[in-house]
T-cell receptor, first 117, second 113 residues
Framework: AQTVTQSQPEMSVQEAETVTLSCTYD???????LFWYKQPPSRQMILVIR??????QNATENRFSVNFQKAAKSFSLKISDSQLGDAAMYFC??????????????FGQGTRLTINP | DGGITQSPKYLFRKEGQNVTLSCEQNLNHDAMYWYRQDPGQGLRLIYYSQIVNDFQKGDIAEGYSVSREKKESFPLTVTSAQKNPTAFYLC????????????FGSGTRLTVV
């Protein structure tokens, strides 16, 4: 079974600075998807960024980028120019590439990010 | 607008009672999922359904039951057998095939009093 580990329960950063959230995962599959979700105080889950494992290029969405290290099974999220609205719980998630089957998301424990003004 | 509606937002249950959480989607998504969220544990899968009239247990199904009589609806019943039901419950849906676009509801906070 796949597992996802986020070793940083809490992180804080000064507004406008850069912060990196860590995520490692364990799988025996060669093809899969990885995601970062944001959960603000409203508790609505918002997709931040996704990465297909077969793509070598790291995904980027505006101020959000990932460092995907497939051999090390590492998938960190970098937030540049942090804004107050980035304050939230961030979850790393894994999904198998298979077309059949549950295609369920497996989540890490989450990292609570605080932005200091 | 299409989306997932979870109701109620807050729910209180007395010990020994069953309670049902509602999840409705109008996205025409095939698959639906129920997750439980506890502090420090992330989201854990309770049940999922890929088609109508079929559902499968997730990682923590004990004390829960579901039904999928309609494509749009996937209600979750928390039974009295669930020893620690106080948690935040999230419903999600996904289009079939290889699609990775998951949509989440806004959740239900269940408290046992």
């Amino acid at each position: 079974a796949q597992t996802v580990t986020q070793s940083q329960p809490e992180m804080s950063v000064q507004e406008a600075e850069t912060v990196t959230l860590s995520c490692t995962y364990d799988t025996s599959e060669s093809d899969y998807y990885l995601f970062w979700y944001k959960q603000p105080p409203s508790r609505q889950m918002i997709l931040v960024i996704r990465q297909e494992a077969y793509k070598q290029q790291n995904a980027t969405e505006n101020r959000f980028s990932v460092n995907f290290q497939k051999a090390a099974k590492s998938f960190s999220l970098k937030i540049s120019d942090s804004q107050l609205g980035d304050a939230a719980m961030y979850f790393c998630a894994y999904r198998s590439f298979e077309i059949q089957g549950a295609q369920k998301l497996v989540f890490g424990q989450g990292t609570r990010l605080t932005i200091n003004p | 607008d299409g989306g997932i509606t979870q109701s109620p937002k807050y729910l209180f249950r007395k010990e020994g009672q069953n309670v049902t959480l509602s999840c409705e989607q109008n996205l025409n998504h095939d698959a639906m999922y129920w997750y439980r969220q506890d502090p420090g544990q992330g989201l854990r899968l309770i049940y999922y359904s890929q088609i109508v009239n079929d559902f499968q247990k997730g990682d923590i199904a004990e004390g829960y039951s579901v039904s999928r009589e309609k494509k749009e609806s996937f209600p979750l019943t928390v039974t009295s057998a669930q020893k620690n039901p106080t948690a935040f419950y999230l419903c999600a849906s996904r289009l079939g095939g290889s699609g990775y676009g998951y949509t989440f509801g806004s959740g239900t906070r269940l408290t046992v009093v």
